[in-house]
């Protein structure tokens, strides 16, 4: 696909948004930081649309160039959004930064709903890995911060561990963030304790994992509590 190709994605789903009476011509320009006239003979094919307002179009309508390429004509690109995808895998041997990336991966819409600052990222390796997923997996995490400041068991989790980021079982216990693998999940007694007082949550739990490329949700059996019940 050349810009040719995405000016025109570009001018077409503009256009489309204003004859639907999703936004209003004048809106859109508002938003874009253009003037009403100059957008109107652009959408009409009037004028060509310049890379400086090619970009204040797509600010106008929260969108990327990803999300234009990841788009065609049967559909509304804002259908697809696209996320950024961390550069370093997830696991041992790895010093991964989930605010640094090396690309983007596309989702849809309603699969992105909800969710706060979402990234994909990449499964290294893991002998301790939880058994719902594998290594090569592709995984949507989620980091809303109340989420992580108020854990739910039963979910899996990205967590900051001295060798670097893993994905682990969680439960709280107190003043305590209990830590589990695959090896120790069963028994309570194995889960690792990590003191939180005079520490913020938010520095050990990264992220959640809401998706995996396999196509399951990370929702797993709540983990034993003290007394070996589970949830």
Known sequence: MNLGEINRKLIELAARKVRSGDITERGLARRSGLSQPHLHNVIKGIRSLSNDTADRLMLGLGISVNDLLWSDSSENPTDIRTIPVVKCRIGPGNDANLSVFRGAAPFTAARLTGLVTPVGALLAPDLVLPAALAAGDMVLLDQNRVLRAGIQAGRLWVVAEPEGLRVRYLRMGGSLLY?????????????QPVPLQGRNILDVVRARIVWTSREIEAETPGPPDPSGDRD
């Open 179 to 191: 830590v589990a693998n695959e090896l120790t999940l069963a028994d309570p007694r194995m889960w």
